[in-house]
């Protein structure tokens, strides 16, 4: 099987660049433009250099030699990197002679003299670029006969990632992607001289979010990740191309699995997203697809509990109960589906006359937010300005920070950040506001009567990053923030920031809400006895609506209720019905990033037990229920799709060759004005609070994937040094955060990130649960007391 | 034994202070923890990557690959004898030998008093004086068993205290930065004016 491996991947050169010059390689001719590196060109045109440390992502350091050629000089042909010397006009370069041949092969003998040989057993073998050069450009015999360095190995730098110093050959790319590119700099070259190797500071571990990145551009066996140790042969794994589907970013990967189970995820180089890159939630959650705790066969419920049903009985009585409710049906969900998905039940929704319906759990923003004029990630790394009204991008879309970071750190784009605390974008801002929850409109008032900010603005394009920073308060703040940003720059446009994977697809193909009925509505409405079916697809109100006991409230309340899900989640344990779904690797389909970039999903294994994909499902309800939509393939739907989904139709159709996928606009049908809802005064509590989400927390997918399962921060309120000093607590002892009559005893921590006055607490994780406090109102304070 | 105490955090401050970067006072301010401690400890280590704004790994990479900072606990004299090729011939290895039982340790191990620690050091650029050796960086030439026994009754009984003081101390005297000599942190692109201690000289 082929590598996966950035690192053998070009980059296409840009199209009539006035930097335009010819070089020629082994006699031939070659386009290139200035500042590139001969090793790039050389690549596009086919002719391969080995190399160890250089990347094309990353900045090159001229670390291993391994890619030395000759090029042709005043006094005759000379030695150079190819990773480090630019292309120039005329340059002749030779990556043939025997000269090149005897610098290659001497530079191989050196690096496997103190390298441990154990292909056999280790991971690497088999998909090994040194293993693989080694063959192809080596001596074949070498002439070390001294010990060679030996160090303890395989040792845990991480949860995730061990390192086996012995066959490091220190190429940087590990340590260059920490530092450079996730801006984690936890591991560095220690001990430098004879016994240079990679390590991290005493106790503290390499707990990066990208860490499993390194993994995959480690070119020998040195760094290895724990759920794919000796888990299967490179040789014997099958693979095939898709869409991660943990976040909306819509990073590419391939899917590898043996013996019909998932054994790996790597990214793959997708030019306007991941540039191959992948967060370690998005690589390892794959984990929870092999869970036990998976539903394997529909539940019914018989005399109180949960009972396992045939297929053919369960659907009778989702039918039944339906065909009964019509109209009073609502459908929340969807955001975790394909495209196809989302569309049958949209049209399933439509045939029942049901308005109700939405992708999101009032967890997001309003669908509205798509109406208005839409960027690219690419458009966004490249604008003037990026202004971010936005959750912390490293925690909730990890990749899309990475490109940002990128963009700010070679500043090409200014970031304006306006935020009720630090985010991991903080310390690159141009400028970075600090509002109190609630108030972005303000600040953004504020910031548009700066000079110089104007200035900024109007010196090119903008892009305003707009998601939900705050689950504790209307995301109507927002809107209004992102709505005079718009006004204020004209030429703006929004890179709408929703975190669930297909939410866009989701909420463009039939399952956005009606009328202004958003989930908030309707789980009110089911909390008051008005929804006679609930439809949970996929989604888990219990755990993801940031009203606690809302949630509780319209799950009791509807009459009945029917989960789509692959686990028994909190809310399918309340459910009448629990339809066992296929998930991602398990269905093909297509997806929707977050900037409308549609891209194929892959089946790669068997869905468990007798679980269905949710289009399947809606498909046959409607058979039941009367309604024919004539579709019994995937093909089926996708043809469906070309005349009821205009754009997405022509979109899954071409998707065939295009790893990059294409990008679709267009906005939900029924976009509806957004209600706005104040903040209110601030009451005599404290701390006004911000509920954000951290990248690990108590979601399905993370809680059932064993690598990923305990990296959760846990439950707990962070406050000012000094607030915490006022109210006399101590760091990592209980309090008591009270809001009215509603309390909940969480630890406290101290973090200078937050500014004073603010209380900061991450969302949905284990342990007491803040949502409890949450009232769906503009804003969220409270006070904390030492107990 | 931890992190810098409130003295040395002002010296760090002002250290900091003389250049354009904070992290380039990373080495100044290993000396610093090396000298209040003896050597440098992880808690230094990571106060000094708050005060310089980088990561403890980046400190630690920085500081391992120097010799002369020592991250566990030596001894108030660190006797270096050189064993390169001069003084060995002029008998290095017997030097050395006689002073492994002289001071009962290894090369590279500390007397339980605490107040060796025996390293066996390359070449110290004093080989018309070999075999010579160091303690705490002050150099013995010519140094024979009997010299080195007298050296070691010297240091035990505090009689070369004005000339060697314990290990980690960086001088006996040390230099105050005058205010307005410091550069303050600015990024060398966005220095826009000399600062006023350049007073007109030409750039080296």
Known sequence: MTTVDAGSEAIPAPESDPNAVSVTINGRTVEAHKGEWIIAAADRAGEYIPRFCYHPRMNSVGMCRQCLVEVEGPRGPMMVVSCMTPVAEGQVVRTDTPQVKRAQEGMIELLLANHPLDCPVCDKGGECPLQDQAFSHGPGESRFVEEKRHYEKPIPISEIVYLDRERCILCDRCTRFADDVAGDALIQFTQRGNNTQVMTFPDEPFASYFSGNTVQICPVGALTAKPFRFKARPWDLEQRESTCTTCSVGCRTVVQSSRDEIVRVQGVDSDPVNWGWLCDRGRFDFQSVNSGDRVLVPLVRRDGALATATWADALDEVATHLRGAGASTAILGGARGTNEDAFMWGRLADALGCTMRDAQLDDGLPAEVLAMPQATIDEACSAATVVLVAPDLKEELPVLHLRLRDAAMKKRIRIIEISAVETALTALAWRSVRCEPGTQPEAVAELLTDAAVMTQLASGSTVVVAGRANLAESASHTMSAVESLLAAAPAASVLPVLRRANVRGALSLGLAPRDGRDAATILHDAAEGRIECLVLLGSDPLSDVPDADLARRALAGARFVVSIDAFLSPSAAHADVVLPAAVAGEKDGTTTNLEGRVTGTAQKVTAPGTARTDWMIAAELAEMLGHDFGVATLVDVRRAMESGAPGWGEATSRLANDVDGVVVRRAPAAAHPVRRTAPGARNSHEFRLVLARKLYDSAIATRTSPALASLAPGAGIAVHPLDLERIGAVAGEPVRVVAGERAVVLPVSVSARVPRGTALSPFNQPGADIRELVRGTGALDVSIEVP | ?204
């Open chain 2, 1 to 204: 034994m931890a992190r810098l105490n409130d003295d040395n955090v002002r010296l760090a401050i002002e250290t900091i202070a003389r250049y354009p970067r904070p992290r380039s006072a990373m080495i100044p301010l290993l000396h610093l923890a090396q000298e209040q401690d003896g050597h440098v400890t992880n808690e230094a280590m990571a106060h000094i990557a708050d005060l310089v704004g980088a990561t403890p790994a980046e400190v630690w990479g920085t500081a391992s690959f120097y010799e002369m900072f020592k991250f566990e606990a030596v001894g108030k004299y660190v006797v270096n004898i050189c064993g390169t090729m001069s003084c060995a011939l002029m008998g290095a290895d017997e030097l050395i030998h006689h002073a492994e039982e002289r001071l009962g340790v290894h090369v590279g191990g500390t007397t339980p008093d605490g107040l060796f620690t025996l390293e066996r050091a390359e070449c110290q650029a004093a080989c018309t004086e070999a075999p010579c050796l160091q303690v705490n960086y002050r150099y013995r030439f010519r140094v024979s068993t009997e010299s080195f026994d007298s050296l070691v009754d010297d240091l035990r009984a505090g009689r070369l205290d004005g000339e060697i003081p314990a290990h980690g101390t960086l001088a006996t005297v040390r230099q105050q930065i005058p205010a307005g000599r410091g550069v303050g942190a600015v990024a060398p692109e966005s220095v826009v004016s000399n600062p006023d201690w350049f007073d007109g000289k030409a750039a080296l």
